[in-house]
């Protein structure tokens, strides 16, 4: 059932528009949960990132959309840097050997989850490689996108950072 998963995704990746335009709003009801861990072993549950932005991204090693965003993503973590914000990216069900070696090329340094089993991929209804979501202080979706964006452009760096600046109690 992985390797179908997987192979349904890998046409959905190479088949889907190369670059994204904007941020939708989310439209897909009640934010799924989302328990999973990184590649040292420690556990994150979106539960535990009330309060904060959360940009939950699914994304793959092969995908090329992903790695093409992947730099923007990190500038994105710097220039928010001492705002409440978060990236949980979703690695989707490659394994962490991997991963790693892919990571060293790439030079990050934000969260990343490892979705093994493709369990989180069903959870978000993931089709797309990579897929967005934008969760607010409250711990609901707001947005999504789905394929890859410069996630440093003033226009979605004012969307996130103006969330970032609501009250979680709203």
């Known amino acids: 059932m992985k390797r179908l998963c997987l192979a349904f995704l890998t046409f959905v990746v190479l088949a889907a528009p190369a670059w994204a335009l904007d941020l939708k709003p989310y439209k897909g009801g009640p934010t799924p949960p989302l328990a999973l861990k990184d590649l040292s072993g420690t556990s994150h549950d979106l539960r535990n ?39 949980l990216a979703v690695n989707m069900g490659e394994d962490e050997k991997e991963v790693r070696a892919f990571l060293k090329k790439l ?17 978000w209804k993931v089709f797309v490689a990579p897929s967005t979501f934008i969760v607010d202080v409250q711990g609901k979706i707001r947005y999504t996108l789905q394929g890859g964006a410069e996630w440093d452009t003033p226009e979605l760096m004012q969307a996130i950072e103006a969330m970032t600046a609501e009250n979680p109690g709203n």
């Open 49 to 87: 990132y009330a309060g904060k932005v959360v940009m939950v991204q699914f994304w793959a090693t092969y995908c090329a959309p992903c790695i093409k965003e992947m730099p923007s993503v990190e500038r994105l973590k710097i220039k928010l840097a001492g705002k409440p914000f978060a990236i």
């Open 107 to 123: 030079k990050v340094d934000f969260t990343i989850l490892m979705d093994t089993d493709a369990q989180a991929i069903g959870d």
